[in-house]
């Protein structure tokens, strides 16, 4: 792993993954000054997040860009040659796992560590990633709950389809909706 900085913005670097932390997040930790634990836990709660979707886009076979983490938000950008709708919809529940792996980590930690129980790290584990889960998952533009419960829609598809015997046919690319939407044009041109 090797550690570049690149206008106050510490990039960790690893064979498959490149991690990007904005210099916003100074302003966090200072903001933070008193207490800089409750910062590094909201940090790592986001680092959590993404690596879940990242995991998720591993498996889906799918090429990792790289990960941003900001003051309030963060982001994985992740590229492949065909993204189907299932493929978007099983990576936006990637940060939910992630978070809900690290809430599954906080107890047994709590338990072996009685101090960390009384910790604001603890709080921020437990609590503030609760609360961040629920926000998540609303389904609002710009949050993963937008995408992520579009899984019951693709639910319904695929029985109507096995219904109608259309099952063998591959899931929809990004280009097939776009194109259906009259996004973009298709490839070929009518004459």
Same mark, same amino acid.
């Given at each position: 792993?090797?550690?570049?900085?690149?206008?106050?913005?510490?990039?960790?670097?690893?064979?498959?993954?490149?991690?990007?932390?904005?210099?916003?997040?100074?302003?966090?930790?200072?903001?933070?000054?008193?207490?800089?634990?409750?910062?590094?836990?909201?940090?790592?709660?986001?680092?959590?997040? *993404? %690596?879940?979707? !990242? @995991?998720?886009?591993?498996?889906?076979?799918?090429?990792?860009?790289?990960?941003? $983490?900001?003051?309030? #938000?963060?982001?994985?950008?992740?590229?492949?040659?065909?993204?189907?709708?299932?493929?978007?919809?099983?990576?936006?529940?990637?940060?939910?796992?992630?978070?809900?792996?690290?809430?599954?980590?906080?107890?047994?930690?709590? *338990? %072996?560590?009685? !101090? @960390?129980?009384?910790?604001?790290?603890?709080?921020?584990?437990?609590?503030?990633? $609760?609360?961040?889960? #629920?926000?998540?998952?609303?389904?609002?533009?710009?949050?993963?709950?937008?995408?992520?419960?579009?899984?019951?829609?693709?639910?319904?598809?695929?029985?109507?389809?096995?219904?109608?015997?259309?099952?063998?046919?591959?899931?929809?690319?990004?280009?097939?909706?776009?194109?259906?939407?009259?996004?973009?044009?298709?490839?070929?041109?009518?004459?």
């Amino acid at each position: 792993m090797e550690i570049q900085f690149s206008r106050l913005s510490p990039i960790i670097i690893t064979k498959h993954l490149a991690i990007m932390f904005h210099w916003s997040l100074a302003i966090m930790i200072a903001l933070f000054h008193k207490n800089p634990f409750t910062a590094l836990s909201y940090i790592t709660i986001l680092v959590f997040h *993404e %690596l879940g979707h !990242a @995991f998720l886009v591993h498996l889906r076979k799918l090429s990792i860009d790289g990960l941003s $983490i900001y003051f309030w #938000a963060a982001e994985c950008r992740y590229s492949g040659f065909e993204i189907s709708e299932r493929d978007d919809i099983i990576i936006s529940w990637g940060g939910t796992l992630g978070q809900l792996l690290l809430l599954a980590l906080a107890f047994p930690a709590a *338990e %072996l560590f009685p !101090a @960390f129980k009384d910790s604001v790290s603890y709080n921020m584990f437990v609590a503030v990633n $609760i609360a961040l889960i #629920a926000w998540n998952l609303m389904p609002m533009y710009g949050l993963d709950g937008y995408t992520a419960w579009k899984i019951f829609s693709i639910r319904r598809m695929v029985k109507k389809a096995k219904v109608q015997g259309l099952d063998k046919q591959p899931a929809p690319t990004k280009r097939d909706i776009l194109q259906r939407e009259g996004i973009i044009k298709s490839d070929y041109l009518k004459y």
